[in-house]
């Protein structure tokens, strides 16, 4: 479709694919790029859409000591990253890799950066006082979650920068294709998670082109936030289009609550056969 139609458009746009099994067939994207990221809260959602997306049953217990630890502790480790030397090492290969260092030069690098003193301060603070356990506590369950992240393909295609995610840019229009793996939902769908997180970030504004954001398979990811994507984007030419297999998927992976909502919030369902509700 895309070779039978690029000539209708008044900028051609480019074709992109990010393919995590095949890197024959993939380009490279980093969705941490420091020019993605304004400021700490930016840091602050991705963080947030990685540790939830790896970490599913998590988003039910927001607020949660355990949980809102490690969200921080890798919020400090992006945004540390995104200020060091102008973002160049800023990608989720280095935040992994980061966050495997030992506690004394960890703590003493992180300090140094001052907009994250709030956020490393209680691991100081338990580190300093002798609590290892409850530091283990907090910070184990962030590198676990990021150790599953650990492979050379993810590295390879996390870390380059073949194009830039403002897809509906009117002088640089992109279509980009990305493919989830049924073996590999979780560790796959974190990833995309963020990618998307960045791509509805750089695609919300005022003047870019009318664009259309499809998602297959949307429960195999978890994207913190959409129902605002949906409700605010209309206004800037932003169509959303969700295909789920079955309502009641939705509240599996994503609560009652949030599922409720974008159930409500869409503006078409078109339903084939369901058993349930």
């Known amino acids: 479709q895309y070779l039978l139609n690029k000539h209708r458009y008044p900028v051609r746009p480019e074709f992109y694919v990010i393919n995590f099994d095949d890197l ?5 994207c980093n969705p941490l790029s420091a020019s993605t990221m304004v400021d700490i809260t930016d840091a602050a959602e991705s963080s947030r859409t990685i540790m939830l997306g790896l970490n599913q049953e998590w988003i039910k217990k927001g607020g949660d000591f355990f949980v809102e630890s490690p969200i921080n502790f890798v919020t400090a480790l992006i945004w540390f990253l995104c200020k060091y030397k102008n973002g160049l090492y800023c990608t ?39 609590a290892k356990d409850q530091l283990e506590g907090q910070i184990a369950s962030a590198k676990i979650s990021l150790s599953k992240l650990s492979s050379p393909q993810l590295y390879y295609v996390l870390s380059g920068n073949d194009f830039t995610l403002d897809i509906n840019n009117p002088e640089q229009p992109k279509i980009v294709c990305m493919g989830n793996n049924p073996q590999k939902t979780q560790t796959y769908g974190a990833v995309l998670s963020l990618y ?15 664009s259309s954001l499809i998602f297959d398979e949307f429960p195999t990811i978890y994207f913190n936030g959409m129902d605002n994507l949906i409700a605010t984007a ?44």
């Open 24 to 28: 024959n067939r993939s380009h490279r």
């Open 92 to 130: 989720l290969a280095h935040v992994i890799e980061l966050a495997q260092v030992n506690y004394d030069k960890l703590f003493s690098i992180l300090r140094a950066e001052p907009q994250i003193e709030v956020l490393v301060n209680p691991f100081v603070t338990a580190y300093l006082n002798d």
């Open 196 to 210: 998307i997180t960045a791509i509805t970030r750089m695609m919300n504004k005022k003047h870019c082109n009318k």
């Open 234 to 277: 209309r206004s800037n030419k932003v169509a959303t289009t969700l295909a789920v297999q079955d309502a009641s998927q939705l509240k599996l992976h994503y609560g009652k609550d949030q599922a409720e909502v974008i159930m409500n919030i869409v503006g078409n369902i078109i339903s084939g056969q369901v058993s349930g509700d």
